[in-house]
């Protein structure tokens, strides 16, 4: 933003701001725009603990030809060195994209490197639709159309790719540790476990429920709601990881 005196305060330096002045206070931004994400915004991200270490960031597609068609200005080699960057200051990130699948030209070599972009980047949650044409916009009048089945074959393709991505990166986290801090806010009567600073996955549970399947919710800290909680997972009688993985998988998210 620019102030008065003309001073202007760009997007990493905004975000530092209120993360030094809202020190008790998580914060998420989205949704970032590959071509406007910098080394500088990654780096300054891993300096506040405040800061949710997630970040959205919508790649559209894995084709260098695809990506250029849709005058997205940015490549998939850029884009991983953002990846690798980000894993590097902060090697619990949390990372979370948006694909459209069969974009006007896009070919079964496209679609091909899409599935090989995803198992490099290893998102942990993809928002995937299949292209679906707006009036007057340019990408309509392209030519080269794809058939409607055939995007729907390739999202479902797509979408199978990444829950076998969601899974592994599931189980590594378990493995790490059987057990998570999470932070649970109450909102209309729901209530919402989140990961420490969304470092790790999310479940959405109600605690009811949660109890019903024999999980041990133990509170951590006398603290003003919301209150930070701890999730017991190896208190599910004859449950191992792997079980427990596939039993609430449904229910994780970002």
Known sequence: FEAENGEVTDFTALLELVAQAAPD????YTTSHPKDMSDETIEMMAKYPNIAKHIHLPVQSGSNSVLKAMNRRY??????????????????IVLTT???????GESEEDFEQTLDFIRKARFLQIHAFPYSGRKNTPAIRLPDQVPMQIRRERLHK?????KDIRMQILTEILEQSPCKQVLFETDDGAIVADGDHSVHPTAILEVT?????????VEIDDMPEPKFMKLVTYDWPGCNRAEFIRRMEPYFTC
């Open 25 to 28: 206070m998580r914060i998420r």
């Open 75 to 92: 490549t998939r080699e850029k884009y991983l060195s953002q990846v690798e960057l980000a894993r590097k200051y902060m090697p619990d």
């Open 98 to 104: 948006d694909i459209i699948v069969g974009f006007p």
């Open 158 to 162: 797509l979408q199978q790719v990444q």
């Open 209 to 217: 429920r949660m109890r019903a399947k024999g999980f041990d919710i």
